[in-house]
């Protein structure tokens, strides 16, 4: 059954590789970033990949990944091992420049592939929403009006889900006003992951894959 997993998976992820859906839209073209692996143990579900993470086909792999390494309190080879972390954001592709940093993902990215990607990581512990677009797809109505609100009350969200800021430098200043995130929230995270993978293979009858709380209400 694990191998069968495995090979349906990595199917999968090959069909995502392989995605030109959104390539006239792309400035760069498509170059669908992630990892992904049957027995991660933790998914980063991010906005989209930068120019740095499209040139090296990396996912993180720049100033914004540095300090999310540091939130968590793990080095490079753990962070970048499949069978620990998962990192699936919701454009995949760099979506361009806008005006002040780069556009929001895709609109049709998420919608084509993050749930089949779901479904094939069952053993998912702890879902981190780096940003409002992932936290608006998988919080649903239980979203807060801002993002400072949302992770301000991760505690609401526990203990599938941490919301957490951009760790871009561009968001230093939301760093500077809120030290409570730093003081509270990063610590609490670093204890949640150190558990998370110290627990690897554990009470595996208790992991499910990662679901969406609660779809917004239709107007």
Not at 91 to 114: N, Q, V
Not at 121 to 144: D, M, P, S
Not at 190 to 198: M, Q, S, Y
């Amino acid at each position: 059954m694990k191998i069968h997993r495995t090979i349906e998976l990595g199917a999968l992820l090959a069909q995502v590789r392989a995605c030109r859906a959104c390539e006239p839209d792309l400035p760069l073209g498509a170059r669908p970033v992630l990892q992904a692996s049957p027995q991660s143990r933790i998914l980063i579900v991010g906005q989209a990949p930068g120019t740095k993470v499209h040139q090296t086909g990396i996912p993180w792999n720049d100033a914004s990944g540095k300090r999310l390494r540091e939130w968590l309190g793990v080095d490079a080879e753990t962070f970048y091992d499949p069978t620990r972390f998962a990192i699936v954001p919701m454009g995949l592709c760099y979506p361009g420049r806008a005006a002040s940093g780069d556009k929001p993902p895709r609109p049709e990215c998420a919608p084509m592939w993050m749930d089949r990607i779901l479904a094939g990581l069952e053993h998912i512990e702890l879902t981190l929403l780096v940003g409002l677009h992932a936290q608006r797809y998988f919080l649903g109505a239980a979203n807060k009006p801002s993002l400072t609100e949302t992770v301000m009350a991760w505690a609401e969200y526990g203990p599938r889900y941490v919301p957490l800021p951009h760790p871009s430098p561009r968001n230093v200043a939301w760093f500077q006003r809120n030290a409570w995130f730093g003081e509270e929230v990063v610590p609490m995270l670093k204890t949640r992951v150190a558990e998370v993978l110290e627990n690897d293979g554990v009470n595996e009858a208790e992991k499910a894959a990662p679901r969406r709380i609660a779809a917004r209400p239709r107007p």
